[in-house]
T-cell receptor
Framework: DAKTTQPTSMDCAEGRAANLPCNHSTISGNEYVYWYRQIHSQGPQYIIHGLKNNETNEMASLIITEDRKSSTLILPHATLRDTAVYYCIVRVRGSGGSNYKLTFGKGTLLTVNP | NAGVMQNPRHLVRRRGQEARLRCSPMKGHSHVYWYRQLPEEGLKFMVYLQKENIIDESGMPKERFSAEFPKEGPSILRIQQVVRGDSAAYFC?????????????FGNGTRLTVT
C-alpha cells in the first residue's frame, strides 16, 4: 500500500475551516484515500473516502488533486469537539490481496482553539 | 442502527490470568477486524475474520493470543496468561464487505490493564 505523509500537528480557530493535507505521491490508480479520526480515548471514527473525484458528506469534504498525489480533508466549520488525531490512509481497491486492512500511521493532531 | 459494541470497556487482570474481549459487529456486517493500540503508539492490525473463518492473523502474536468469530454470537479475542506488556486498548471494527469501498466502523474499545 502507498505510504502517506501528514503534518504532525495543526491548529485551527473554532468556527473556521480546518484544512488537513496529506501526501500520497506513490498512490496507485486502484487505491482509495480514506480519512479517519480518533478523539481521545475513543475508537477511530470513519469520516470519508474517495478514489478520484472530490467527495462531500455531512462531516467533511475530501479534495483529491488531479494527479492523485495529494489530498485535503476540509472540516468547514471546526468546533472544539473536532480536536482529534486525523489519519489519512490509502487502501487498495479490489477483492484480492490484503485490501481489507487499514494501515494507520501517526496522523495529524488537530487542535481547535476557542 | 447500533454501532460496533465492545465489552467490557475496561478490564483489569493480574499477570497469568486470561482476558476475553467481546465484539458485536454492526447489524448486517459479517467481517470483523481487531486492532491493538499500545500506550502512546499507533493502531496495529491484529486479525481479520469472517464468520467461522480466520482470514488473516498476520498481526497476532504467535503465542497466547487467539480470535474467533462463531456462526452465532460475538467475536472473541482471547489472551491467555496475560503479561504487563499486553496492557493496551483493543479495538474491534466491522464492515459489510471486504472491498476497499466498504469502510470499517470501529467500536470504542476495551482497555486492558494487567497488574
Amino acid at each position: 500500500d502507498a505510504k502517506t505523509t501528514q503534518p504532525t500537528s495543526m491548529d485551527c480557530a473554532e468556527g473556521r475551516a480546518a484544512n488537513l493535507p496529506c501526501n500520497h505521491s506513490t498512490i496507485s490508480g486502484n487505491e482509495y484515500v480514506y480519512w479517519y479520526r480518533q478523539i481521545h480515548s475513543q475508537g477511530p471514527q470513519y469520516i470519508i473516502h474517495g478514489l478520484k473525484n472530490n467527495e462531500t458528506n455531512e462531516m467533511a469534504s475530501l479534495i483529491i488533486t488531479e494527479d492523485r498525489k495529494s489530498s485535503t480533508l476540509i472540516l468547514p466549520h471546526a468546533t472544539l469537539r473536532d480536536t482529534a488525531v486525523y489519519y489519512c490512509i490509502v487502501r487498495v481497491r479490489g477483492s484480492g490481496g490484503s485490501n481489507y486492512k487499514l494501515t494507520f500511521g501517526k496522523g495529524t493532531l488537530l487542535t481547535v482553539n476557542p | 442502527n447500533a454501532g460496533v459494541m465492545q465489552n467490557p470497556r475496561h478490564l483489569v487482570r493480574r499477570r497469568g490470568q486470561e482476558a476475553r474481549l467481546r465484539c458485536s459487529p454492526m447489524k448486517g456486517h459479517s467481517h470483523v477486524y481487531w486492532y491493538r493500540q499500545l500506550p502512546e503508539e499507533g493502531l496495529k492490525f491484529m486479525v481479520y475474520l469472517q464468520k467461522e473463518n480466520i482470514i488473516d492473523e498476520s498481526g497476532m502474536p504467535k503465542e497466547r493470543f487467539s480470535a474467533e468469530f462463531p456462526k452465532e454470537g460475538p467475536s472473541i479475542l482471547r489472551i491467555q496468561q496475560v503479561v504487563r506488556g499486553d496492557s493496551a486498548a483493543y479495538f474491534c471494527a466491522s464492515s459489510p464487505g471486504q472491498g476497499a469501498g466498504s469502510p470499517l466502523h470501529f467500536g470504542n474499545g476495551t482497555r486492558l490493564t494487567v497488574t
